[in-house]
C-alpha cells in the first residue's frame, strides 16, 4: 500500500491506495476508527482488486474542518479523493458510520459507484433516542472524559465468543479512540445527528449493493437488519453467523468474500 497525502478539494486527506487491479474497491472505517483498521482486512482483497483507504476527516490523521461533518461532506471528501487519484469508478464498501457516508456519496457520485456495501450499517436516520444518546457523547467528550468510551465501546462491538480471542484487537480500537482529536470526534456525531434516511434512495437507484449483518450485533439487532431487508428487495443479504458489529474482523474472509462476488457480478 503507497501512502500520501491528496487534496480533496480544499481538505487534506490521508490516502493509502495498492494501486493495482482492475476493479477498484474503497473501505470506509466507521466512527472512533481510522484506515489503519483495515490494515490486515486488505490481504484478503488486494490480489484480485485495487483497494484504497483513506482517514475520513475527523478521523486518524485527516484533518478536522469545522463543527461539524455532515455525511454530505464526507461524501465529497471520498469523491474528491477519488478524483485526485484518477478512479473513475469503484465499489464502496462502508463499516457503520461508513455505509452513512457511502450512502451520501449517491448524491453527487452516483455515477461513478458500480457497488455499494453496508457492512454493520444501516439506511435509516437516527432515532430520536439515538440522537440524545449522541448527544450525550458530544457532552462527554467536552467534559474531558473521551477515556470513558475508549474502555467501553470496543468490547460492544464484538459478538460475546470473539472478545477473548480478538482482545488485541479492542485494545488497538481503545487506543485509536484515545488519539482522535475531540473535535473530530463532535464533528462527526453532530453530522451522524444530521443524517437523512436512505434507504428509499438506495433501492431505487439501480446500484447494486448488499446488507453484511452480524448476527450478534449489539448496535444492528436482527429485528432492525429484518427491517431493512424487507424494505428491500433488491439488496443481496449475507449474514455472518459469529460476528457482532465488527464482521470484517471477526469473520474476515467470509467478508471479503461477500465483498469480492458483489464486484465481480457488478461488472
Not at 82 to 95: D, F, P, R, T
Not at 242 to 251: A, D, K, V, Y
Request: hydrophobic share 40%; with cysteine; aromatic share 6%.
Amino acid at each position: 500500500m503507497v501512502e500520501k497525502f491528496v487534496m480533496a478539494g480544499t481538505t487534506p486527506m490521508h490516502v493509502a491506495d495498492s494501486e493495482r487491479g482492475e476493479r477498484c474497491v474503497v473501505l470506509l472505517h466507521g466512527y472512533l476508527e481510522s484506515m489503519l483498521v483495515w490494515d490486515e482486512f486488505i490481504d484478503l482483497l488486494k490480489d484480485e482488486l485495487r483497494v484504497v483507504v483513506l482517514d475520513l476527516p475527523g478521523h486518524g490523521v485527516s484533518m478536522v474542518n469545522g463543527e461539524t461533518h455532515t455525511m454530505e461532506y464526507l461524501a465529497d471528501c471520498v469523491g474528491l479523493t477519488m478524483q485526485a487519484l484518477g478512479i473513475e469508478k469503484y465499489n464502496v464498501v462502508g463499516h457503520s458510520m461508513g455505509g452513512y457516508v457511502a450512502l451520501a456519496m449517491m448524491d453527487s457520485y452516483a455515477a461513478n459507484l458500480e457497488s455499494i456495501t453496508l457492512l454493520s450499517s444501516t439506511t435509516s436516520a437516527d432515532s430520536q433516542e439515538k440522537c440524545d444518546r449522541r448527544r450525550r457523547e458530544i457532552e462527554l467528550i467536552k467534559a474531558g472524559k473521551k477515556n470513558t468510551l475508549a474502555r467501553l465501546v470496543p468490547h460492544q462491538g464484538f459478538a460475546p465468543e470473539n472478545v477473548k480471542r480478538l482482545k488485541d484487537y479492542i485494545e488497538d480500537l481503545s487506543e485509536l479512540i484515545l488519539i482522535t482529536e475531540d473535535e473530530g470526534v463532535i464533528a462527526i456525531l453532530g453530522g451522524m445527528i444530521e443524517r437523512k434516511s436512505r434507504g428509499e434512495q438506495l433501492r431505487d437507484s439501480g446500484i447494486a449493493h448488499q446488507f453484511i449483518f452480524g448476527r450478534h450485533d449489539h448496535y444492528i439487532p436482527e429485528n432492525v437488519a429484518q427491517e431493512m431487508i424487507a424494505a428491500d428487495t433488491t439488496a443481496r443479504v449475507v449474514w455472518l453467523e459469529h460476528s457482532g458489529h465488527m464482521g470484517f474482523l471477526e469473520e474476515p474472509e467470509l467478508c471479503a468474500k461477500a465483498i469480492k462476488e458483489l464486484v465481480m457480478r457488478s461488472e
